[in-house]
């Protein structure tokens, strides 16, 4: 199992504390610092290894959704915040859960089981062999960006190259993890490749993927 490194940043004393004395408890968790402000976080993301990041959202000089918008190549961020009405909105950054204070172990826990699942994931390195251009191709699973229905076609776009399959849109994406929804009839994205959604569409690097209107509200919960 992978030690997970987390910082903390919450301008609270008592709520510091409080996610640290929960993060104790759970094995895969090593807390790096606990900050009294993002910009207090940025040495330690500058010089170490941050796997997940627990943050406030009204802090005094900058606000966590302020500086999640400025923020590269985030790690994965559980917001921890006492004002329900910024979910949505933390949504489009990296922010993989979002628990409202006061937060219970049973919430805290649900949390934390998903980044798990995610950088198990990560290290399984599932592979599919997939027939195209009269050859078996190897597909790494975690490298697919998205999928797009191309008639009787399908495009995988990785991160390293496009490829051409001839199979339908559904019967690929059965073979998917759960972490692959579909955002539109011609569409199939990796959730953990999500950078931002605007409006209608999900922004993965230099792709804009559209999320169509009868999918939208799916999409946004599957966040």
């Known amino acids: 199992m992978k030690r997970l490194n987390c910082l903390i940043i919450d301008d609270e004393p008592i709520a510091r504390e409080g996610i640290a004395g929960y993060c104790k408890e759970i094995p895969f968790l090593n807390v790096v610092a606990l900050c009294k402000n993002p910009l207090q976080a940025n040495q330690y993301l500058e010089k170490s290894q941050i796997d997940l990041i627990f943050l406030d959202i009204n802090m005094p000089l900058l606000s966590g959704i302020d500086w999640l918008k400025e923020l590269k190549n985030s790690p994965l961020i559980i917001m921890t915040t006492a004002y329900a009405e910024h979910a949505l909105e933390s949504f489009t950054y990296n922010v993989i859960d979002y628990l409202v204070k006061p937060i219970s172990f049973e919430r805290f826990l649900q949390a934390v089981n998903k980044v798990n699942k995610y950088y198990d994931n990560k290290i399984e390195d599932e592979v599919l062999f997939v027939k195209s251009e009269k050859q078996l191709k ?24 496009s490829i051409i399959i001839h199979m339908s849109l559904k019967s690929f994406k059965d073979q998917l993890p759960d972490n692959f929804i579909q955002t539109h009839k011609s569409y199939v994205v990796s959730k953990y490749k999500v950078d931002k959604i605007i409006e209608n569409q999900i922004i993965i690097g230099e792709y804009k993927i559209p999320v169509s209107v009868r999918l939208k509200k799916i999409v946004l919960n599957s966040f």
Do not use: H
Request: proline share 0%; no cysteine.
């Open 138 to 161: 190897k597909i790494n699973i975690n490298d697919i960006l998205f999928v797009e229905a191309m008639q009787n076609y399908i495009k995988v776009v990785t991160v390293i190259e």
